[in-house]
């Protein structure tokens, strides 16, 4: 959950073959009412310069305290580019505009002779800034690559990846502090793909790592 200015913004979803159907909520999270003027939603692909509005009507709503007030929607996602897309929502809170992005992203698939998939084993250190990460295996499926790590580090620093000189979109990322162990959420690799770079953390401190695909 998001909170802006007081109000708390979630949102909550299922996805269907051929739509996503489900509500955007907005909470008052402090003692105060507050006034929001919902502006319009929209579906924004993850690193790309894609989006399409989700025609949300427009509305002005007041947010009682501890009270949840919903906004539901539904959209068709059959016309949409493959990629993965997250949920945006354009509003102001008290007079105070703010465009927030909630809800976990959801994926449009590749075509399947399109992209890379299986299990590539890398087994591979890469050290930036006195930190190592270690690089165990590449996981390649129709709508997402997987980077499995693990790091004796308390966060993951910085990662940028890119195949063939082209810049991988990373989804989302996760790390266990306490078992060392990470994944990172990526864009899938293409047939036409044949190395993936891996560089961990910026400046004179980077590392990189060249993977061959097979």
């Keep these: 959950m998001i909170v802006e200015r007081g109000v ?3 949102v909550h979803y299922d996805r269907f073959p051929a739509t996503i159907k489900g509500a955007f909520v907005l909470r008052g999270e402090d003692r105060d009412p507050h006034q929001v003027r919902i502006h319009g939603a929209r579906v924004a692909a993850v690193g790309r310069d894609l989006a399409r509005p989700m ?7 007041d947010v009682a305290p501890r009270r949840d007030l919903f906004v539901p929607f539904e959209f068709p996602t059959v016309d949409l580019e493959p990629a993965w897309y997250g949920l945006e929502i354009d509003l102001e809170v008290d007079g105070h505009p703010a465009r927030v992005a909630c ?3 959801f994926s449009v698939p590749w075509p399947r002779a399109a992209v890379r998939r299986g299990q590539v084993r890398v087994a591979k250190l890469v050290s930036a800034g006195g930190v190592q990460v270690r690089v165990e295996r590449l996981d390649l499926s129709s ?3 997987k980077l499995r790590l693990t790091a004796d580090v308390p966060e993951l620093p910085p990662l940028r990846l890119s195949a063939d000189g082209e810049p991988v979109p990373i989804v989302e ?3 266990d502090a306490g078992r ?4 990172v959420v990526a864009y ?4 036409s793909q044949g190395r993936l770079r ?5 400046g004179r401190g980077r590392g990189t790592l060249e993977v061959p695909l097979p």
Excluded at 188 to 191: D, E, N
Excluded at 198 to 202: D, L
């Design 8 to 10: 708390g913004i979630r």
């Design 55 to 61: 025609g949300l009507r427009p509305a002005v709503v």
């Design 103 to 105: 809800g976990r992203p």
């Design 143 to 145: 709508d997402s690559l």
């Design 173 to 175: 990322q996760a790390f």
């Design 180 to 183: 060392r162990e990470g994944t």
């Design 188 to 191: 899938p690799l293409l047939r």
């Design 198 to 202: 891996i560089e961990v953390g910026r």
